[in-house]
């Protein structure tokens, strides 16, 4: 330690005074005995180098006690001295006590200063070196700040004594920083935690972690802040956030391609479904201008013609409608749904597809299922998917059965269970799992994309569920989802997702 680099220091000249002080007082003893006869005013002056040697160097002191006694013991011993013994005991005993006295003084002081010392480096071991940022403020201004925070801030800290803490939040928090600060004074909650910028000197932002809470300082009460530097990690944050946003743009720009894909695989079968309405439409209404024109029929048959019309319009704005839900770009809106009624819209949707290849769809949901939390768009997507696949399969077949079953299966996780069954072609044990990597299609060049199935796993992951395939080559394949119930799920409010 520094100061005991400078007692070291300090020892020489300290035992040159104590040595001349002892020899001093060794020659007025034997100047007042020898020459003037007085034996008693020599014993005080030997107080002056015991004190000195004690207060200096604590016990070790004695010694200098012990060189001084000797005086008293000599002029005894050459009969110099005509005191009693007794007398000369008494001298040298109250030598030591003043010795021991001053010198065990001197040793506590010594100990206590050096272990002031101690801790005042400990303290600036702890301010200085600590990775965060320290200050201290009272009354809003800062009365210490550590060298860390000087560096956080490209500042040196002694500038930043006495600034007010307000100048160094980014204006952007300051509303939320001075909030957090207001609740803490009312309802008196000692320790803070918040994240916020604070202002370098060249302008720029630094991101903190803060942790306040109040102290004392030099007295009086403070508020103590550390600030932990997180800029890096905000930035690899908002980094990651734009990488999801991008990746989540792209998966919404792969589903709507992949939904574009099948409406225009779907656009031969679209057509005919609208030409039977329009046709429909085309005789009913050259009917009932033939019974106007020519005076035929009555009110009556007039009225069926004009039913039959408006029920043809009807249906063909339902398929346009259907079109058109199935390219809409949308945010996924999480909602208790029943899966039977979704299986059978997504039937009804494929009925002209179904029917024109002639394909026996037999439906065997349960009744009473528990809803299921999601997102009907997207669970229609899914099983349009399968039902389409399910279809293709079974082109080159004879025999086109598709059933799809709904049941619950109370002990799993996710109790509710689809299947799709088909009489296709089916796929081989190994490839069971190859059919939901992106871009695997057996289709034609310009027949398959090779995502629906991918997709279909993607929606059905957001939908907490699993999706799962197993077929024998040749002997038709199933499709099994599995989905939690509503309330497993969540708690039943609707809740809103982007996909
Ligand atoms: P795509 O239909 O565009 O090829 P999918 O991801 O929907 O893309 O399907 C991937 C592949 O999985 C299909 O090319 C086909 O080989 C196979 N597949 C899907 N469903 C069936 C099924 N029901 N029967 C037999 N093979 C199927």
Redesign the pocket.
């Known amino acids: 330690m520094a100061d005991r680099g400078t007692q070291d220091r300090r020892t020489l000249p300290q035992m040159l005074v104590v040595a001349l002080l002892v020899v001093g007082y060794a020659a007025f003893g034997a100047y007042m005995h020898l020459a003037l006869q007085i034996h008693i005013v020599y014993t005080h002056a030997a107080y002056v180098p015991i004190v000195l040697a004690s207060m200096w160097w604590g016990r070790r002191g004695l010694v200098v006690t012990g060189v001084v006694a000797c005086l008293p013991v000599c002029l005894h011993f050459f009969r110099v001295a005509d005191a009693p013994l007794w007398s000369d005991i008494a001298r040298i005993a109250f030598f030591c006590v003043v010795a021991v006295a001053v010198g065990e003084l001197s040793e506590k002081v010594k100990a206590a200063k050096w272990a002031l010392q101690a801790s005042e480096e400990n303290y600036r071991l702890i301010v200085e070196k600590s990775l965060a940022g320290i200050f201290v403020y009272r009354n809003e201004h800062i009365l210490f700040a550590n060298s860390r925070l000087g560096q956080m801030l490209g500042r040196p800290p002694e500038d930043l004594v006495a600034t007010s803490v307000w100048d160094l939040i980014a204006e952007e928090d300051l509303p939320n920083v001075r909030h957090l600060v207001k609740r803490r004074e009312t309802t008196g909650v000692s320790d803070l935690r918040y994240e916020c910028r604070l202002v370098r000197a060249d302008g720029t932002r630094t991101w903190v972690d803060v942790a306040s809470s109040a102290a004392d300082y030099e007295g009086q009460p403070a508020v103590l802040v550390n600030a932990y530097d997180i800029t890096g990690r905000k930035e690899a944050e908002a980094k990651r956030r734009e990488l999801a946003d991008l990746t989540r743009k792209q998966e919404e720009e792969l589903i709507h391609s992949a939904r574009l894909a099948e409406l225009g695989e779907m656009s031969a079968a679209v057509a005919h479904e609208l030409n039977q309405p329009l046709s429909g439409i085309r005789n009913f209404a050259n009917n009932a201008l033939y019974m106007l024109q020519e005076g035929v029929g009555g009110t009556e048959e007039l009225k069926e013609n004009l039913r039959w019309i408006t029920e043809q319009v009807q249906r063909a704005a339902k398929t346009i409608n259907q079109m058109r839900d199935m390219t809409r770009k949308s945010e996924s809106h999480f909602v208790p749904l029943g899966i039977n009624e979704i299986i059978r819209e997504s039937i009804e949707f494929l009925t002209p597809q179904l029917r024109l290849t002639g394909v026996e769809v037999s439906l065997d949901l349960a009744s009473g299922l528990q809803r299921v939390m999601g997102d009907r768009i997207q669970l229609e997507q899914v099983f349009l998917?399968l039902l389409t696949?399910?279809r293709?399969?079974m082109e080159e077949k004879d025999r086109r059965c598709l059933t799809v079953r709904t049941y619950v299966n109370a002990s799993e996780d996710r109790p509710l269970v689809v299947e799709v069954e088909?009489t296709?072609?089916?796929?081989s044990a190994d490839r069971s799992e190859k059919?939901f990597e992106a871009f695997?299609?057996?289709?034609e060049r310009g027949h398959?994309?090779?995502?629906?199935?991918?997709i279909s796993q993607r929606i059905i992951k957001d939908h907490r569920g699993t999706i799962g395939a197993e077929?024998e080559l040749g002997m038709g394949?199933r499709?099994t989802i599995r989905l939690p119930a509503a309330e497993a799920a969540d708690s039943g409010e609707a809740t809103k997702r982007h996909v």
């Open positions: 998917n696949n399910a293709q399969a088909d296709g072609t089916g796929f059919l695997f299609s057996t289709k398959g994309t090779g995502l629906g199935l991918t077929s394949a499709f």
